[in-house]
């Protein structure tokens, strides 16, 4: 069978983009308002694209209407942000940050999420989970009036306490790796497979 991705509406082919393109790896956003708000969403349009520089890149849907979410409009105000990484023991509360909380509440403060300081931005990042990456905008692209792609630069790493290895920058999550997000409202936990090395070209 095939399917005729441009003959779809934009909803259902998101219902089967987002069901083959598994798993994705959640973004779990904080970032703070003109007016001192500290915002947390997760954003599962999200990953790494490089190291020199470190670039994360994070798709920013726009509110019916074509109105920014507060993520979306702080990052615009502020030019910053910090992608926290969750396990799958945080999974309800990162989900419970999705609600539709209005700009002037903050989903840390609403839910009692306990904040910690960055080092490299004024964003700050939440203390229980275990990594957080703190960005700043490098540029925004505008692709429709609901979709804008968001690439940042990662100037800082927080990590807990055992987490890096930092004489060999080597990290070991001892199995417990990041929440993978499936889709709808399905998350999964990795285990690992077999490692494989890249063989030589034979011959
Ligand atoms: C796991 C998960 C992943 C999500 N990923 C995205 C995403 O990539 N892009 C997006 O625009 N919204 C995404 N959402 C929805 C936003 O989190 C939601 O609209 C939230 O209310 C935005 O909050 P904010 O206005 O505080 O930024 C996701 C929701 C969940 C639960």
Redesign the pocket.
């Known amino acids: 069978m095939s399917i005729d991705l441009s003959a779809l509406p934009p909803a259902e082919r998101y219902k089967l983009l987002t069901a083959v393109v598994i798993p994705r790896p959640?973004?779990w956003?904080t970032?703070v308002s003109a007016a001192g708000v500290v915002?947390?969403?997760?954003?599962?349009?999200?990953n790494l694209f490089g190291q020199d520089p470190a670039l994360v890149i994070?798709?920013?849907?726009?509110?019916a209407g074509g109105q920014p979410?507060?993520?979306?409009?702080?990052i615009r105000e502020t030019g910053e942000f910090v992608v926290n990484i969750a396990t799958p023991e945080l999974v309800e509360t990162?989900?419970a940050?999705?609600?539709?909380?209005g700009?002037d509440t903050g989903?840390p403060e609403a839910l009692g999420l306990a904040l910690a300081p960055s080092a490299q931005v004024a964003v700050p990042r939440l203390a229980d989970a275990p990594v957080a990456l703190e960005c700043r905008r490098t540029v925004a692209l505008a692709f429709s009036a609901e979709r804008e792609i968001l690439v940042g630069e990662a100037l800082g790493l927080a990590a807990r306490d055992g987490l890096i290895d930092t004489a060999r920058n080597h990290v070991d999550w001892g199995g417990a790796f990041p929440v993978a997000?499936l889709f709808a409202?399905r998350?999964a936990r990795l285990v690992e497979i077999e490692r494989r090395s890249i063989p030589p070209v034979p011959g």
Not at 39 to 46: E, G, K, L, Q, V
Not at 97 to 101: D, I, N
């Open positions: 959640v973004a956003v970032t915002n947390a969403a997760p954003y599962s349009f999200f994070l798709g920013l849907e726009h509110r979410k507060d993520t979306t409009r702080n990162m989900v940050t999705a609600a539709s909380y700009a989903e997000r409202d998350y």
